[in-house]
């Protein structure tokens, strides 16, 4: 999710989204996934665990 979606799809301004994403980070329930100061993009980690549970690739013949 971004701010500028976050801002729209909410109706808050965007300081107040802004705001409650850093909070929400800080907490350690969302994390920054693009590492640039503009057009950021959040993620809550616990949330992709669960879609990708399942999806690891199997491991190689032959290999431990």
Known sequence: ????LLAEKTGLSSPTVNAALTYLV???ILEEITGR???RVYAYQ???D???EG???PPLRGTT
């Open 1 to 4: 999710m971004t701010s500028p």
């Open 26 to 28: 800080n907490l350690g």
């Open 37 to 39: 100061q503009r057009g």
């Open 46 to 48: 616990g949330y992709l």
């Open 50 to 52: 669960i879609l990708s």
């Open 55 to 57: 999806t690891e690739s």
